[in-house]
């Protein structure tokens, strides 16, 4: 649910959009999407450079890496 995306962004003070999508799910099916969370990279315009599945932290590690263009802290 929405709220429930905007609640955990605000609890791991993130500084990136999150979206909730009511049933029935459209976009998440337009975009293929197999589990919750998925979270895309789009670059500036508007293409999926990278997606996510679950909860893998090293992922995201990555992705907040290339989003902000600093290099991963190991």
């Not at 979206?19 to 459209?26: D, H, L, S």
């Not at 315009?45 to 990555?62: L, P, Q």
Request: charged content about 30%; some cysteine; overall charge negative.
């Amino acid at each position: 649910a929405p709220e429930v995306a905007a609640r955990t962004m605000r609890r791991c003070r993130a500084t990136f959009a999150a979206v909730g999508e009511p049933e029935p799910y459209a976009v998440s099916g337009a975009y293929g999407l197999r589990t919750v969370p998925t979270a895309f990279l789009v670059d500036g315009d508007g293409r999926v450079e990278r997606s996510i599945e679950g909860w893998a932290h090293d992922d995201y590690v990555d992705v907040l890496a290339a989003a902000t263009g600093r290099p991963r802290d190991e």
